[in-house]
């Protein structure tokens, strides 16, 4: 027995009232804004270069599945205040999640596959290592080419008075 039937949610929009579901969902939903609003700054600060406690970013992922778990809930009383089919099942949330799974291991391993064919190197990454796209070599090689140029630049100064 899961504590709820059927009958659960018509009681439920039937005790709090159209006006209490509504500020039900639009505070859930503020409650997710705040959490990913501060995750979105934690992690512009982490690629701006900024030190970051993993800590902090950690508590927001954490805070943002909760408050994401609770607005489905109070969606799924608004939709049955609406009249909508609504399930208050877990299970179609599991299923979703699942499925976006199974489209990210796809995905992964046609970024190996091509990786492969483009470079000739193994389709998975050896353990331990990461492999480098174009881009991020480019990045490296252009920021090692700076600091070789300030250094130099220290050791030959221009011009002596």
């Known amino acids: 027995m899961n504590g709820?039937?059927?009958?659960?949610?018509?009681r439920a929009v039937a005790a709090y009232g159209p006006y209490r579901?509504?500020?039900?969902?639009?505070?859930?939903?503020?409650e997710l804004n705040d959490k990913?609003?501060?995750?979105?700054?934690?992690?512009?600060?982490?690629?701006?270069?900024?030190?970051?406690p993993m800590t902090?970013?950690?508590?927001?992922?954490a805070g943002a599945r909760i408050a994401l778990i609770d607005l489905y809930a109070e969606l799924t009383l608004l939709a049955e205040l609406l009249g909508e089919q609504p399930c208050a099942d877990a299970h179609n949330m599991v299923?979703?999640?699942?499925?976006?799974?199974?489209?990210?291991e796809k995905d992964v391993k046609k970024i190996e596959h091509d990786r492969a064919c483009r470079y000739g190197a193994p389709a998975g990454p050896a353990p331990d290592t990461y492999q480098y796209d174009k881009?991020?070599?480019?990045?490296?090689?252009?920021?090692?080419?700076?600091r070789k140029a300030a250094e130099k630049e220290k050791?030959?100064?221009h011009g002596t008075v």
């Not at 902090?56 to 992922?61: C, D, L, M, N």
């Not at 299923?95 to 990210?104: F, M, Q």
């Open 135 to 146: 881009r991020e070599v480019l990045d490296m090689v252009c920021t090692m080419a700076a």
């Open 36 to 52: 990913t609003g501060e995750l979105q700054g934690y992690l512009a600060q982490l690629l701006d270069g900024e030190p970051v």
């Open 4 to 10: 709820y039937d059927e009958t659960t949610l018509p």
């Open 95 to 104: 299923i979703t999640y699942e499925n976006i799974l199974r489209g990210l």
């Open 56 to 61: 902090w970013v950690s508590g927001r992922i």
């Open 155 to 157: 050791e030959e100064p």
């Open 21 to 30: 579901i509504e500020y039900r969902v639009l505070r859930r939903v503020g």
